[in-house]
Structure formats: C-alpha cells, structure tokens
C-alpha cells in the first residue's frame, strides 16, 4: 500500500542544557593555575563583542579590564585596565542593558553598604555612587536583574547580610521603585542570594543553604512587596553519611539571550569545590537543571571563582584568573529528506543519502510528517536527540531519541532529593525529576498536583526514567511526549484529562469504513507481569508489623500469574502500601500486548490512546483496545504504523 501522498521532512534545531538556554560547547580559554581563593569578579559583553570584566580587591580599588578578543587567551592576560572606584568591594555585580549602558553594583569593603553606579558610554565614564542599601552588614553575594515589565522595575538587587554574633547569613532583595531603593530581608536565617529571575509575571528570588546546616538546597520564592511565598525546592543534596554541600549558586540574566544562566559550586569536606554551569527556566514553575560541571576547574572558596556574561554568540565563564568560553553551536538551516526511518521504544533510526550538512550529537531534529488522503490530510511534528551520527561516504545514519526515551538515557550525576516530604504532589516531584535533564513536563490532568508520592533521593549513576517509576509508585500516571511538537514531556491518567482533552479515551477507528487494515493479529503469551504483591510495614515503627496489599493485573484464565513482589520499608502505612498495589497493577496492564495491527499511519495517534477495530475475520466488531506502543516505519514513500493493543484498562 503505497501512499505518494506521505512526506517526511527533517529540520534541525539548537538546544541548550535546558529549552531557554543557548546551545553551547564548554572549551578552556585560561585554566586558574591551582589558584584556590579568587577576588570578586563580574563581566558584560559589549555590543561590538569585547567584554568588560570587572575585579576589587578588599581595601583601595575596583577596577574593569576591557578584553578585546574574548576568544584569545592574550586578551585575558594583558587587558586594557582602569580603575573605577578607590575603595575595594566584598562583591560586585554588572549589568548592561541598553546599547551602551552599564549598571555597576557593589559592597562597600569599608562599610558594609550596597552602591550602584551607572555609565552610558560602556564604561569609558561612570556616575557619582547611589546607595542601595544603608544597614552596614551587606556581605557577599551580590546579584541583579532588569525588567521593565514587572512591577516596581526595572531594576531589582538581591546580597547576604552576615551576624557576626550568631553566624548567620541572612538573604535580603530589593527593587528601586522609582524614587529610592527598598529592601526587604527574608525571615529564615541561613540562606543566603543566590539570584532573581525577572521573566514573568513576578518577581521570583532564589535563596540557598550551606551543607553545614544540613542539607544544602537551593529554593525559589515569590516576592510581592516585603511578602515572600513559601518556598519551592529546586534542588537538595544529601546530608548525614555523605554530607555532599552546595558550596555557592550565583545566578546571572542574559539579556542577550532572554535567559538566566549560573555558577554552581559542589564540595564536601575532603577535596575541592567543583564549579560547574546550570541554568533555570519556566514550565508551570520556575525549575533548574543539573549544573555541567567543568572539573579542570577546583577552587575551595565561599564565592565563585568566575561571572557569567554573553559576548556575540558566545557566553563566557569569566573570573580574575580562568576564563571558559561557551561556543555557540551552529544549526544547518538546511531541509533534510530522509531515505527511510524507524520509530520504535521512543528511538528513531533515520537513514540520510550522503553530502548532507553535517549533524552533531546533542542537537534536536524536528521530524515532521505529512500525510493527504483525498481531501483530508494535515502534519504532525515530533523532535529527537541526536544521540548517534555515523556519517559514511554514501549514507549517513541518525539514531536520535524522543523526550521519554532521553529520560532514559539521563543518569543523575549526584544525590538529589526530589521531595523530602513537603511536595504538594506527584506533578510536582516529576517536573523536578524532568528538569535536571532540562526537560519541561506539563501535565494534563489536574488531579495530579496533589496525587501521593513518597519522599525520594535520586541516586549516583541511577537512570532518570528509572527514578519516575519509583516517583509514580503512589499514583496511576503515563509519561509521554508533548504532542504539540516540543522537545518536552507530558504527564497523563487516561481517561481523565481536564488541560487538553487529548486523552480523554476517544477511539480512533480501524476496519471497513474507516482507517483500513493491513493485517492485525490477536495475541496470547502467559509471559507477562500479571499480579502486584507489595509488603510494607503498618506505620514508621517496624515493630508494628506488616502491610501488605495485592491487586490483580492482565491475568490470562487457566494460568497462574506472574508476580512483581516487592518489599519496601518506604511503604510505611496501609494506604502506601495499597496505593503501590494499585499503581503497580495499572502498569502492568501498559505492557502487556494482546494484539498487533499494521496500518496506514494515523498522525493523531498517540501512546495509551483508545482504538477500535473491526476485523471480521478474527470476530473483532469494534473491539476496544489501549495502544502500548507504536512502531512507525517510512520507506520509498510509504508510511506505516504497527500497532501493539492491551484489551485492558
């Protein structure tokens, strides 16, 4: 059955570590030479590419060093210096936000107050000093934004005061409303600035804590006038045994790229703190990716040893000494047609004649299919991560993978807890999964949000699509790609779907006045999981004895099922223990298969959709079946789809 009416056609599009961050590749420019304690430092590009890095030292100056071939390590030892301020500064942070305007801030060595100063001529000039913020115990951690959109902007300031009697830090923010500058401190002593985040419809700040008092964690507020929101956790290490600490997290908008990238320290209480580069971005809450680490740099200190700032295409890792440079990956622009390919398991296998414009592992392909019958037709667009490139002299093989199958290639760096008890639910507990991989995950069924889950700690070297079975333990969830052609994840509970309505069970429909059939065969295996046995304690206290639950699965009549049997001392009540049973024998009715059927490919097809299928010669009369999994092939013009059924929920 050949369809000339079916085109297949591939672009390419650049992703970051995460959808609102540019596509870059790390490369050293100048190593720190085992430097191990670094002076405050921050950096703007140009708009003509060079860049202006400014450094204090703690008694008589602060000084910009313009770098005039960002690229070229020379420009970097030998700039073109000047001083600004005759005073030194405990921290510093730059920002230019017009053609050439640049604001300055900073924290007065001598006197523990917050300044700004604001040049119109890329620094060649600066302003008289304006005081910010006047109560003496300013400290470090000094960060900005500018939005001229949110409310009381367009510019906002967040720094650490410091106790010196009890110890503490304290986090304060603050916005220029116009006439002055006011500031508000957020109450819980400990956390300290990390940065604010001016996209959107509200201030957000975000605060972090030490390992020292505990574990360390990284969290984000709303901040509406003095009133601060309770807190969203976007990131927790493991305390106790290990005692992993987040030595800084400083984060720094780029405008230049409508971003916000940061500087991320890790440590523990033997060895260096490893700094690395993580990014936060937006998807139905503000969340932030896994840093990459660049191991070549190690420097044990309270502050980060480098700023962060965008030079052309570029983004530059810029301190007093090391200097990383960002390159900007390039995207063809260039239509591609593909020989033929495989959709299979979230994979695609793609088979490109050779002289292509080259692809390189890490970009996304958007492959969009296009299909007419008569007078109906339309496009559906999927993207993947190139994962594998094998360019040969004739042919050029692609593997990529959609965005459940890159959860599946993902593998957590270090521990990270996802809830320690105060998630509001189980979407909650995903998108932070999701998002250390940079994915974004919606949700189209509300009931979700407050959905059970257990506490949860990511483990070294575990997979990411692993963890979301253990996250969705409580609760009856699929995982699935967007299907409005993002490189994102959609969470769903067929057939409740009050966001979209795309799930909410309507068949698709097979068979004579319909989407024809090719050949369809009813399956029967006993090889199958078919019954959840879960044992759990009765409450926190072992002593109180057991919980146990059952619940069964897709059991074939005559046959004794196989059982997934589990024990966990994290089930610790009855209802745990139960909701386990119940998740797990809805899963189990996702995989088995009990018939498979080729047809003409239906573009608005989607995993754990409803189909119905008449097929008079196996007795089918509009026999109802859930889709587990869809093969789709393209070759020589044909477009196909190979159907995998559960008779099922």
Known sequence: MRSPQARVSVRVEARGQNPAAPAL??????????????????????????????????????????????????????????????????????????????????????????????????GVTWGNPVVVYGGGDAASDLVIAYQPALPDGPWFVGFSTYNGGTGNYTACFGYYGGTTWVTHAYAEPGWRAAGIYPYGAAQRVLVFRQQERGAARLRALDKTGSVYSAPRELDQTQAGLFGLGLAYFRFYQLPEFACMLGVAGEYAAGGDAYVGVCGL?????????????????????????????????????????????????????????????????????????????????????????SLRWGEQGGSESLRAYVLRVERGSDRVIVWAVDPVGFLGVARCRRPSILNNGSAAGCAQVMRRLCARFGLAAGVDDSGLHSAPVLPITLQPAESLLGAAYRVRSQTSLYLVPANDGAFALTLINPPHSDVSGDYADTPHRYGPGALPVIRAQEIADLRRLAFA????????????????????????????????????????????????????????????????????????LELYDVVEITEPALGWAARRFRLHRIVERWERGRLVQTLYLGSGQ
Not at 300 to 315: F, I, K, N, S, T
């Open 281 to 369: 971005f937006e998807a139905g809450e503000l969340l932030a990716d896994e840093p990459i680490m660049l191991p070549a740099i190690a420097a044990l200190d309270e502050q980060p040893p480098a700023a962060l700032c965008a030079a052309g295409p570029d983004v530059y890792l810029a301190g007093d000494t090391l200097v990383y440079r960002g390159v900007a990956q390039p995207t063809p622009d260039a239509v591609l047609t593909p020989i033929r390919y495989r959709y299979d398991d979230h994979t695609l296998e793609l088979e490109f004649p050779g002289g292509i414009p080259p692809l390189q592992v890490g970009q996304i392909l958007e492959v969009e299919r």
């Open 533 to 604: 046995y879960i044992l759990g304690t009765y409450s926190t206290d072992p002593e109180d004895g057991a919980a146990l639950a059952m619940a069964a699965g897709p059991v074939l009549p005559n046959t004794r099922p196989i059982a997934y049997s589990l024990t966990n001392q994290r089930y610790n009540s009855a209802a745990r223990v139960t909701a386990a049973a119940s998740a797990e024998a809805a899963r189990q009715y996702t995989l088995a298969v009990d018939a498979v059927v080729e047809a003409p490919a239906n573009l608005a």
């Open 25 to 122: 590749a790390w490369q050293e420019v100048m190593g720190n030479a085992g430097q191990t304690l670094f002076a405050p430092v921050s950096a703007v590009g140009l708009a003509d590419g060079r860049i202006l890095k400014f450094t204090a030292n703690l008694t008589d100056r602060i000084e910009q060093h313009l770098i005039a071939e960002p690229s070229a390590a020379a420009s970097w030892s030998a700039p073109t210096t000047t001083t600004v301020r005759s005073h030194g500064a405990l921290s510093l942070c730059a920002l230019r936000y017009a053609a050439s305007s640049i604001r300055l801030f900073y924290i007065h060595a001598a006197n523990g107050n917050v300044y700004t100063i604001h040049s119109a001529d890329n």
